[in-house]
């Protein structure tokens, strides 16, 4: 009996595996081979479908202008793209990437979308040396294993709240704010919240003489009821409310923190807040909130402007960081394949390595890598402006208006 | 840290109405046809984006969405019962789970391709509105959904107390070999009971979508926490899950005090097996026991 | 089929699995899959000790699996040789399903699915704030290494070593080597008095207590088998990834898995949990990957995976609870019948003539 039942095993294991393709051999290519695997389905779907929005404008921009310009072939070669769906889940995240790179024989590979899928699945890209760039995956944990292969153009969440507190500072030494300032911060119970915390309680404990924290909460994502939270938050007397929460978490909370008619100085979730879909959930609500991002529309560089009309156009809604930052992360992977002048792995990871971008969309404009493979540059502050306004409030190169601190009570 | 522990507790019972609320139709199915229903999450969905098309694109009033949309899942309840449940009623437990689960993975896909994975959130001129008692804000939408759950309690107790229907499925889910004797149509029995515990899963949907933004992923963890309740409550009456609800709620205010926030949905969790292993009958169960010794 | 046809074609797909690795089929995916796959079907094969020899179903196997996993990973951080840990994982999910499993085997049908749930989540949320939660405690902090346990939300990152490819050969043989282990231990356990007992319990558990097996002894002994082997996976997933965080080893889209893939195969026997591993790997991987194109339509199928899968769930529940096995058994069945009815009309003629 076990005999047969090994022979039906292997019978059929052998059937299975044969209905994949086997190899090709190119020679002079083509096409250049972009992979990437994104959440579509499951809990990062909203992200993963404006990153691959951003993906294909980017690719079919390159492409109508005829391709990246390769100097080994002495010609221009367009993008051939793929994207595969990993469903928010790691394991399928690494899969995949491992389908990219063996069987579809990519070039390079993009990024993801998600701090744990992209921790998890550049493995890939260092495994079998690939050069990976990523524009939705910003803690530095990422990036802090030594990894010779694994980009990033986004900054990291430590400096985002960094920045955050960096600015209340500079509030304070304007006279807008009083020294010290009682802080309350609470964030989702993942990496990105996590690091969105530490990084606020690091500025505290450097200056004490500014900031004194007196609650830090973690929360599980999918809040039923924001009130243990919030009177919590009542209770601590503070001046500044931080929170680090995603969409739904943030509409729940605020929606509540609303109704309680609580008030802070200042009121900022983070990156999130100024976005059209968090504007329309809390409506007047969410105004005089400040934000913290990696990009926004109304950045006045004629990058950034560009982006923001072509997306308007393309897909009829406004235009997000998520599909701003995958857009650029086409252009800057294209821009190294071109300074590398060939399609040679190595030397497209040097070429990133060695990237000095002007004239990016990202802030600042220049698109540059540290040692260990993310970006430094800066971020964008945003502060919510009633009548579904928003202002940019810095850095000063960028400023629309002056922020409004402390905001005002109704 | 001087919390303000009155408005904690009021809150704690208005989210105990909303868990209530979430949890009828799981207790019903159970309690009468013994299967548990993981479809309910994705019903809980479909309620909500229902609402959504009902309110945010047709205009209309928010609390009157729940109307349409009951009698919808429903019927619809029934069609799944009639045509798919039934085929399994006699098989292992686990049959109906996976076969629920299924059709919860469908539901999901289909949702995913019609709305997209985008995170949708509803908001009415009711959204942010409150009323002061005591110096106590209550959020109206959440009173609303207090008061259904209310409203829905009294009525299940009613109708399965009082009424031919009620009681025949009580019997049913007694004993179906004797419902049948006694000249009871189990059949058509189950599939009404399905129907409601459908209709009350779309109901606590419509409502939640006013209150949480949701995406096609939304139900799991009501649906888990609703499992914690139910058990909590003796699995199997109204006024258990109504118990259980108050219970689990204030238990996950109160516990802010001494155990970090993000360890609330772990005390549920606990608590779920802990019953399951000691008291099998629930808090009801214990109360029973309590009331005849 | 004759004995010797069928040794010689075991041995040719034996020799297949092992020429795999060099053949270079898929650029060298095939390895890939074929490791994942090893994996699934031990994870497939221990769960169905479980939940289709003793037909206690189990919706939280991802306890062990988790545990494996950071077992491994914390040792490994602490400065272990990360294949010692192998053992040690199983042996941690082993006496942690002892723990867990003595109250809750008590648990009948449904019930104990139930509270498997509840186990799976409170397991999850337990590691998720464990270092929040005992970094307070005096006693306790002394487990914290640079200020981590189990990492939180954050994860544990293994350390990559300067040349990860060269070992990925050795990943291969490692869990097919595991996997054939597993299938030995599975048939050996179905072949055994203990099988017998477990068949029994999964009857009817009142009859055979009353005939004399040791109900909860057996109904416990199996859970921690299969513990150890879905303990085993996980400290080799955190070997081959380098990365785990809690939603995905402890999360509840694992357990599902870890149900979905003997039931799809034939839950109960030996091969089934075999079949259904290879077609959960194959399938995903064609699903998630595959686009239909019908003129300028395009459609990729992984927008769909769900229905998929769910649609699947419902079909083999309504029509073939029995699984892919269950199938092909009817279906042989069938066959042969009808090769039965055609000799005996073939007869019938004859003798008539």
Request: net charge positive.
């Amino acid at each position: 009996m076990r005999i047969r039942e090994i022979f039906s095993l292997i019978s059929f294991l052998v059937l299975a595996f044969s209905t994949l393709p086997l190899a090709e051999v190119m020679a002079q290519p083509k096409e250049i081979v972009l992979g990437t695997a994104l959440p579509l389905t499951g809990g990062q779907s909203r992200e993963g479908g404006y990153f691959k929005k951003g993906y294909e404008l980017a690719v079919k921009e390159i492409n109508d202008g005829g391709g990246i310009p390769i100097k080994e072939y002495g010609k221009n070669i367009p993008i051939k793209l793929i994207i595969y769906d990993d469903k928010s889940d790691n394991t399928t995240s690494v899969q995949l990437y491992e389908k990219l790179v063996t069987q579809d024989k990519v070039n390079a590979l993009l990024g993801g979308y998600g701090t744990p899928l992209i921790t998890a699945h550049t493995i890939v890209a260092e495994k079998y040396r690939v050069p990976y760039l990523n524009g939705g995956g910003a803690t530095a944990a990422i990036y802090q294993r030594n990894m010779k292969y694994v980009f990033g153009i986004l900054a990291s969440i430590e400096k985002l709240a960094h920045t955050l507190m960096d600015w209340v500072s500079a509030q304070q030494d304007a006279g807008h704010l009083k020294k010290p300032l009682k802080i309350s911060v609470m964030g989702e119970n993942t990496s990105h919240g996590k690091e969105f915390r530490q990084g606020v309680l690091d500025k505290s404990k450097a200056a004490p003489a500014r900031f004194q924290i007196v609650m830090d909460e973690p929360f599980e994502l999918n809040l039923k009821d924001a009130d243990p939270l919030l009177q919590k938050l009542k209770a601590s007397d503070a001046d500044v409310f931080l929170a680090d929460a995603r969409l739904a978490d943030y509409t729940t909370i605020h929606r509540r923190y609303t109704e309680l008619r609580l008030y802070h100085q200042i009121v900022s979730y983070g990156p999130r807040g100024s976005e059209k879909a968090a504007r329309d959930a809390l409506g007047e609500a969410s105004d005089y909130i400040v934000s913290c991002n990696w990009w926004h529309k109304e950045v006045p560089t004629p990058a950034a402007r560009k982006f923001a009309e072509k997306y308007a156009q393309t897909y009829h809604e406004p235009a997000e960081w998520f599909p701003a930052l995958a857009y650029e992360t086409v252009r800057v992977m294209a821009k190294a394949m071109e300074m590398a002048a060939s399609l040679d792995k190595s030397k497209i990871r040097d070429a990133l390595a060695k990237m000095d971008m002007k004239d990016s969309l990202v802030v600042g404009g220049r698109v540059w890598f540290k040692p260990n493979g993310q970006i430094d540059n800066d971020y964008v502050m945003m502060q919510n402006l009633p009548g579904a306004k928003v202002s940019l409030i810095y850095p000063p190169e960028v400023a629309t208006a002056k922020a409004i601190v402390p905001i005002p009570k109704k | 840290m001087h919390i303000d522990l009155p408005a904690l507790i009021v809150s704690a019972i208005l989210l105990a109405g909303l868990y209530a609320t979430m949890s009828y139709g799981l207790a019903l199915i159970y309690g009468v046809m013994k299967i548990v229903n993981l479809a309910h999450a994705g019903v809980m969905m479909w309620g909500a984006y229902l609402a959504f098309i009902f309110i945010v694109n047709l205009g209309m009033n928010p609390f009157l969405a729940p109307v349409l949309i009951v009698p919808t899942f429903f019927f619809l309840g029934i069609l799944l019962q009639r045509y798919i449940v039934s085929r399994i009623m006699s098989a292992p437990p686990i049959s109906s789970l996976l076969l629920l689960f299924g059709v919860w993975l469908i539901m999901q896909n289909i949702s995913y391709l019609i709305f997209s994975g985008d995170t949708r959130a509803i908001t009415t001129p009711y959204t942010l509105s409150t009323f002061l008692v005591g110096g106590i804000s209550i959020s109206v939408n959440r009173l609303v959904v207090f008061g259904v759950g209310i409203l829905a309690l009294v009525s299940l107790r009613q109708f399965l107390g009082h009424t031919y229907l009620g009681k025949a499925i009580r019997a049913t889910a007694q004993d179906g070999e004797a419902s049948k004797l006694v000249g009871i149509n189990t059949q058509w029995v189950m599939e009404m009971a399905f129907g409601i515990g459908i209709a009350l899963a779309s109901l606590a949907g419509s409502l939640m979508a006013l209150i949480f933004a949701f995406d096609p992923d939304f139900g799991r963890s009501h649906l888990l926490k609703g499992f914690c309740i139910v058990v909590l409550g003796g699995l199997e009456s109204m006024v258990g899950v109504a118990l259980g609800s108050l219970v689990l709620a204030i238990a996950e205010a109160l516990s802010v005090l001494w155990i970090m926030p993000a360890m609330q949905d772990f005390v549920s969790f606990a608590i779920l097996v802990i019953v399951l292993v000691v008291m099998p009958g629930g808090m009801l169960g214990l109360l029973q026991k309590f009331l005849k010794t | 089929m004759s004995r010797a046809w069928k040794m010689g074609m075991s041995l040719l797909g034996l020799a297949f699995l092992v020429w795999i690795p060099f053949s270079g089929i898929g650029g060298g995916y095939l390895q890939t899959l074929g490791f994942l796959t090893f994996l699934y079907v031990t994870l497939s094969t221990a769960w169905n000790i479980m939940g289709g020899y003793t037909g206690q179903i189990s919706f939280g196997h991802a306890t062990f699996y988790g545990l494996g996993a950071y077992t491994t990973s914390i040792l490994t951080l602490r400065g272990l040789n990360p294949f010692l840990t192998i053992p040690l994982a199983g042996i941690v999910a082993s006496l942690y399903g002892l723990l867990w499993g003595y109250p809750c085997l008590r648990l009948r049908g449904q019930y104990f699915a139930i509270a498997t749930i509840g186990v799976g989540e409170a397991t999850r949320l337990l590691m998720l704030n464990m270092d929040d939660l005992i970094k307070n405690n005096d006693w306790l902090k002394g487990f914290l290494h640079d200020g981590v346990l189990t990492g939180g939300a954050t994860g544990l990152m293994l350390p990559t070593p300067p040349d990860i490819r060269s070992y990925a050969l050795g990943f291969y043989y490692g869990a097919m080597g595991i996997m054939f282990a597993a299938l030995l231990v599975s048939w050996k356990v179905k072949t055994s008095k203990f099988g017998l007992g477990l068949l029994a319990i999964n009857m009817d558990i009142d009859a055979a207590e009353t005939l004399g097996v040791r109900t909860a002894y057996y109904k416990n002994l199996a859970l921690m088998l299969s513990a150890l082997m879905v303990g085993i996976c996980g400290s080799i997933y955190s070997q081959y990834v380098f990365y785990i965080d809690p939603q995905t080893v402890f999360g509840f889209p694992m357990s599902i898995a870890m149900v979905l893939m003997p039931t799809i195969g034939g839950i109960g026997t030996l091969l089934g949990p075999v079949l259904g591993a290879v077609v959960y790997v194959v399938v995903q991987d064609q699903i998630l990957t595959a686009n239909l194109e019908f003129g300028d339509f395009k459609l990729s199928l992984s927008s769909l995976h769900l229905l998929i899968y769910g649609g699947l769930l419902v079909v083999i529940v309504l029509f073939e609870p029995k699984g892919i096995l269950g199938l092909q058994k009817r279906l042989a069945r069938k066959w042969a019948k009808r090769k039965e009815d055609s000799r005996e009309r073939d007869d019938n003629a004859a003798r008539v003539r």
